[in-house]
């Protein structure tokens, strides 16, 4: 109407004229009303105090309108009772498009704050993706969860927050990085003196690969941000740890680990128990139909990051001058590189996926439920008993309830942290569990262990990370699809 256009012409002038009004990119008409019939609220201008202009005002809307929005071309989410249409930024999120379609039409307030350290900047972001807020009469989150328990766990942030459980310790991070170097060093100098001998050889995978592990674990440090102050320092030191040190692509881990921290063991949004088209882990287990569709758009390479290419190609380069002179190049590819691939990366393999999974298999796997933060990570994450090597065996991911709540805390807190989370389950009925080592070992039973080894291996060969630099993200990580579902108890 004339009305409306005038109306969008006089906003447009207005943020033209003032600098630090807070930015309204579009108005949003056709959204439904509430149920007062009230399709907007007028708010005050909040970005400096100085502007005196009001502020565009929002469209109001219902959790009911809300939730309908919750497709790839269409996705809302909410935080802090604003809603935002992130459809058109989905493709350009740092931590990947299908985090924030996984949470389209639903509150995303705790997993947003968890997820990132530089809240300033990344409101900046937020801004221009301003859609409207929910009606007062609506609550802050979903109808069906527990507002006093999505309270109290936001109460229990700020007390660590100003316990300052979110400071980092930086000797302890620079001792574990020494420790991965030394193991490296060492490495070098044992067959620089002792020769290139099998018995030689089979000694320094044993020491690469306690140095690898450990490298997994610091790069898991870093892509969580949680060692620096400045996300991109972290950013930068991951490519480094990973890339240069590891021979992996932090793109495909961080696209994969991000959906795996937001709707950790919901089928098929969590890919760490989406293991292939004839499993899949827990007691809820989906059947499947075979559907490779390898279409052209599969594995046409329409997208090169040259950057993640150098710094993996940067491991193979470090590689060949530490060991080519001892084993020569004909030697060092079939000798030590078959021993590298095939014993290093087997041992390593059944370490870090026991690590990971311990934790998370023998736990709660279903459906989408759209639960609560705390409750979504409770049942589907339990802990390992704490001791020095249980910490230096698991680099403290046997504190994963306490991890997957706060990613962004530093290891060396968990411990810390660990009473009052419990406190805080034992106080909304959510059991909180806690076994030994060996236990939690145990509950993997036997196929799924040989099964997360198999898929790790082959998800670490070489030129599946290769290929993987180059066309992700444009390879289909699910080709399969659901056919139907059973309830099979383990």
Request: charged fraction near 20%; glycine fraction near 4%.
């Amino acid at each position: 109407s004339q009305e409306n256009q005038d109306r969008q012409r006089s906003v447009r002038l207005g943020m033209s004229s003032f600098s630090g009004c807070e930015e309204i990119t579009r108005l949003k008409t056709n959204g439904k009303p509430v149920a007062n019939g009230r399709g907007e609220i007028s708010v005050k201008q909040e970005a400096n105090g100085k502007c005196g202009v009001p502020r565009k005002s929002l469209n109001m809307y219902s959790w009911q309108e809300i939730q309908k929005h919750n497709q790839k071309a269409d996705q809302w989410l909410v935080i802090n009772r604003k809603v935002y249409d992130v459809t058109a930024w989905a493709n350009k999120h740092p931590g990947g498009s299908r985090v924030l379609n996984h949470y389209a039409g639903e509150d995303a307030t705790d997993v947003f704050r968890a997820m990132h350290l530089d809240l300033d900047i990344v409101k900046l972001y937020l801004k221009p993706l301003l859609i409207g807020e929910l009606a007062p009469e609506e609550p802050s989150q979903e109808r069906h969860k527990s507002s006093q328990l999505v309270e109290d766990v936001r109460e229990l942030r700020r007390t660590l927050e100003a316990m300052n459980m979110f400071k980092v310790n930086p000797v302890f991070f620079f001792l574990h990085f020494a420790q991965i170097l030394i193991l490296e060093t060492l490495a070098w100098l044992i067959v620089w003196h002792f020769g290139s001998g099998w018995p030689v050889t089979i000694f320094i995978s044993f020491l690469l690969t306690i140095s690898q592990v450990q490298c997994f674990f610091l790069q898991h440090d870093l892509g969580h941000t949680s060692i620096f102050p400045k996300s991109k320092w972290s950013r930068l030191m991951q490519k480094v740890v990973m890339g240069h040190l590891k021979g992996l692509s932090t793109c495909w881990w961080n696209h994969r680990h991000f959906q795996h921290h937001v709707k950790t063991n919901i089928y098929p949004k969590d890919p760490d128990i989406n293991t292939g088209p004839l499993f899949v882990n827990g007691y809820l287990k989906p059947a499947q139909v075979w559907e490779m569709k390898l279409c052209p758009g599969h594995l046409t390479v329409n997208y090169f990051s040259l950057q993640e290419f150098a710094w993996v190609s940067s491991f193979y380069i470090r590689y060949f001058i530490m060991f080519g002179p001892f084993y020569g190049i004909f030697g060092t590819i079939l000798s030590h590189h078959f021993l590298f691939l095939f014993s290093e990366r087997f041992l390593e393999s059944p370490w870090v996926a026991y690590v990971t999974q311990m934790s998370h298999v023998p736990m709660r796997i279903s459906k989408e439920e759209n639960r609560d933060w705390l409750s979504t990570q409770v049942l589907a994450t339990c802990n390992v008993e704490q001791s020095f090597f249980n910490d230096w065996f698991t680099g403290h991911l046997n504190f994963q309830i306490e991890h997957h709540l706060f990613p962004t805390m530093p290891r060396h807190n968990y411990h810390k942290v660990a009473p009052l989370v419990r406190s805080l389950c034992a106080k909304h009925g959510l059991q909180y569990v806690n076994k030994p080592l060996l236990s939690a070992h145990s509950s993997h039973f036997p196929l799924t262990a040989c099964l997360h080894t198999i898929h790790w291996l082959v998800n670490h060969l070489p030129i599946s990370y290769l290929l993987r630099d180059i066309c992700m993200p444009s390879m289909d990580m699910r080709p399969f699809r659901e056919h139907q579902q059973c309830n099979v108890k383990k």
